[in-house]
């Protein structure tokens, strides 16, 4: 699972759902999606490599 930070949980590694991963201006990959426990939205910063091993697992959907 695509994992980030939860604000209003307040912690690291919360799995995202519905998670899709889209391209940002300069380039960087960029995951959104909603928090498993509270369902606040939520955004992880990727490196290429990262972003493509999710799309390829099925972890996350392509919006770019």
Do not use: L, P, W
């Not at 972003?51 to 996350?60: H, M």
């Amino acid at each position: 699972m695509v994992k980030g930070y939860c604000v209003k949980c307040k912690k690291k590694g919360q799995e995202m759902k519905d998670a899709t991963i889209g391209q940002t201006a300069r380039g960087g990959y960029m995951a959104k999606g909603a928090c498993k426990s509270c369902g606040t939205k939520m955004c992880a910063m990727m490196s290429k490599d990262n972003a493509e091993k999710a799309i390829k697992a099925g972890e996350a959907k392509k919006n770019f």
